[in-house]
């Protein structure tokens, strides 16, 4: 199913709860109930919750957006390096170069259709493509420069095989969920306290009232789902994807 169907079912079904349940309630209030009479410290408890779960939510997007601009920096940092390897080898001999240059396209390779998809389904990366990546760290470190000029080259050659290794394993700590269960746990309560506490100021039938009521649901439909879907950066409907791979290395692509 489609994730914008989800999170349109979602907001509806949200809207449709608030909305039956504001009607059952008011048949049952009688003609003679008046909503003036709302205790003040009602008004102000219903408040501070609002407040609060406000503040929550806005730490829970922040969390998951922080976490998922971390994936697409680790995966920005592993293509550049893995590319820096691939164009800084030029200055080695024939046999050398196309042995590591072979490594990489099939580190790359590897990462795009194979790993990357079991990431996105299990958050774990494959022991293939580890072996690929030390596979290429052996055959950077372990050639013996023949002149000053590959001497030169081979120390920075080095060093982008540690950015590329670093920046898999943080793609590999990235790919697992951002929000702990007890935060959802939290969120989930909150929304459902929070929406609770709009029935006891006593909403009425009014248009005006449905309409506010029913989009403060779906607002809170949206920023839950919003959440979730951040909650896994490489898994989700707006997920970081392997386009720096793709892009530092056409052909391999599609």
Not at 14 to 32: E, M
Not at 41 to 52: L, R, S
Not at 98 to 108: H, L
Request: glycine share 8%.
């Amino acid at each position: 199913m489609p994730e914008w169907l989800v999170l349109t079912l979602a907001m509806v079904a949200a809207c449709g709860v608030v909305l039956a349940v504001t009607l059952l309630q008011h048949r049952r209030i009688g003609v003679d109930d008046d909503p003036s009479e709302t205790p003040d410290v009602i008004e102000y408890i219903t408040m501070m919750i609002g407040v609060v779960y406000a503040i929550v939510l806005g730490l829970a997007i922040a969390g998951v957006w922080e976490a998922r601009s971390a994936a697409d920096d680790h995966v920005r940092a592993e293509a550049r390096a893995l590319h820096e390897i691939d164009e800084r080898v030029r200055v080695y001999p024939a046999d050398t170069r196309d042995r590591i240059r072979a490594d990489v396209n099939a580190y790359v390779g590897h990462v795009v259709d194979v790993e990357w998809k079991k990431m996105a389904d299990t958050g774990a990366l494959t022991e293939r493509g580890q072996e690929l990546m030390d596979r290429i760290r052996h055959d950077v470190t372990d050639y013996q420069p023949a002149n000053d000029y590959e001497a030169q080259a081979y120390q920075p050659l080095v060093d982008q095989v540690a950015v590329a290794d670093q920046a898999r394993n943080g793609r590999g700590a990235s790919a697992e969920p951002t929000m702990p269960g007890v935060v959802w746990f939290g969120l989930i309560i909150g929304a459902l306290v929070t929406l609770g506490m709009m029935f006891a100021l006593q909403i009425r039938r009014t248009a005006r009232e449905l309409v506010l009521a029913g989009l403060f649901s779906a607002l809170i439909a949206f920023l839950l789902f919003l959440i979730w879907d951040f909650d896994t950066p490489y898994s989700q409907g707006v997920a970081a994807g392997a386009e720096p791979f793709l892009t530092l290395f056409p052909d391999l692509g599609p």
